[in-house]
């Protein structure tokens, strides 16, 4: 492998030559970046860089050829297929087609202790077997594409968001190159799990992020995650995002604060964030919310 050109794949996509055909980019500060590419036929190699780059294909190509670091390949990619290309490599593209791709790139440097723990301190990349492969994994899809549907409703992903969905996405990874991979076996320990929620409702208003709450718990972050999902449901996102509703839901019950405040009381960016979470969620938006929840005005309130 040699040494990275560009400090990153986002980097090399908004600034190297591929830099055209960038349609979207999301990022986590660092931590996990979303871009949408749009690529023409031809040849779309790039420079070594120090990033996992997992790749979905949203239309398929009738013809890629090349090598993303695990060995020469020459496929044809459906709807949907799925591609990853190894960090510090530089790869070789050919299409035979423009295609579109939707692809997550993580820094290595945030997640190598994930990929330890995840392959319980055996995972190499020389060895993995996961790399130039077109596959499909539901698992990955799954959490691919509601990363995708989150960013899209609220903005770049927040640290919790992406640090959740990357320990989800790499252990499966992992477990496709290879690597040995034991399944989550209980969850918190009841003042874990206490101290992490009462956490999140304190700081419902900031971007508290995975490693701090898997700090709370003591806890590794990869740990942490599975174990939160094991006992109380659903990942610590989603959790988080039903206290910021019940939360709001609340101050649009009890309070004449304006929308704008009371998003950002609970932690979202504007008031178009909230609405687009409150339609998801409620079905309707936090004014209609308010208006349903107090009932109809009185006729001698009118007067």
């Known amino acids: 492998m040699t040494v990275p050109a560009y400090p990153s794949f986002t980097q090399w996509h908004s600034n190297g030559r591929h830099a055209p055909y960038l349609r979207s980019l999301k990022s986590a500060g660092g931590i996990l970046d979303l871009l949408k590419v749009q690529r023409p ?56 087609e423009s295609h579109l791709l939707r692809s997550l790139a993580f820094p290595l440097a945030h997640w190598q202790d994930v990929l330890d723990e995840a392959a319980d301190g055996r995972f190499s990349f020389e060895t993995s077997c996961i790399y130039g492969r077109v596959f499909v994994s539901s698992t990955i899809r ?19 968001l992406a640090r959740a969905a990357g320990c989800e996405i790499l252990a499966e990874l992992s477990r496709l190159g290879g690597a040995a991979f034991r399944p989550v076996s209980g969850g918190l320990a009841p003042w874990a799990e206490r ?13 508290i992020s995975l490693d701090e709450l898997a700090a709370e718990a003591r806890l590794s972050p990869f740990h ?39 998003a950002q009381e609970v932690g979202y960016s504007s008031n178009q964030v909230l ?7 409620r079905r309707m938006s936090p004014t209609d919310y308010r208006r349903a929840a107090r009932g109809p005005v009185p006729s001698f309130a009118r007067q």
Request: charged residues 25%.
């Open 41 to 96: 036929a031809g040849d779309m190699s790039r420079p070594a860089l120090p990033d996992i780059v997992l790749m979905e294909d949203m239309l398929g190509c009738r013809r890629v050829r090349g090598d993303l670091g695990g060995g020469r390949f020459d496929v044809a990619t459906g709807k949907g297929a799925l591609a990853v290309a190894a960090p510090n490599f530089a790869t070789t593209v050919i299409n035979e």
């Open 142 to 160: 799954s959490a691919f594409r509601n990363l995708w549907a989150i960013c899209e409703d609220e903005g770049a992903p927040s640290r919790l």
């Open 195 to 207: 101290r992490c929620m009462e956490l999140m409702r304190a700081r419902l208003s900031e971007d």
């Open 224 to 262: 942490f995650a599975r174990m939160f999902k094991q006992s109380v449901g659903v990942p610590p996102r989603l959790y988080l995002t039903q206290l910021r509703l019940e939360k709001a839901c609340e101050l649009l019950e009890t309070t004449d604060l304006p929308v704008t405040e009371i």
């Open 275 to 281: 609405a687009r979470v409150f339609g998801k969620h």
